[in-house]
């Protein structure tokens, strides 16, 4: 395991479909937060490099958990390499 762009842990080179599945067995879905927080973010996926491939420029792919969310939590996002599919939790 490695840490990832937030110190989270992720499994090394895990892609998109197994990060998607974690995060809907918990109740997630894909969704925005709020717009000020969704642009910084997707910010910094745009900055980010990929650790499997070093490609310059990650997808935001944010989710967002509808009771969690409610009570002032709930949301995750993953940084995901376009070029070799990559996924790591931020």
Request: glycine letters at 14%; charged letters at 25%.
């Amino acid at each position: 395991m490695t840490r990832s762009l937030t110190g989270r842990r992720s499994e090394p080179g895990a892609g998109l479909g197994a990060h998607h599945a974690a995060l809907r067995a918990e109740g997630y879905r894909p969704g925005r937060p709020d717009r000020h927080t969704a642009l910084e973010d997707a910010g910094v996926c745009m900055r980010a490099v990929c650790p499997r491939c070093h490609a310059r420029g990650l997808v935001y792919r944010p989710y967002i958990h509808p009771v969690r969310r409610a009570a002032g939590g709930g949301y995750r996002a993953l940084a995901v390499c376009a070029a070799c599919g990559a996924a790591e939790e931020f």
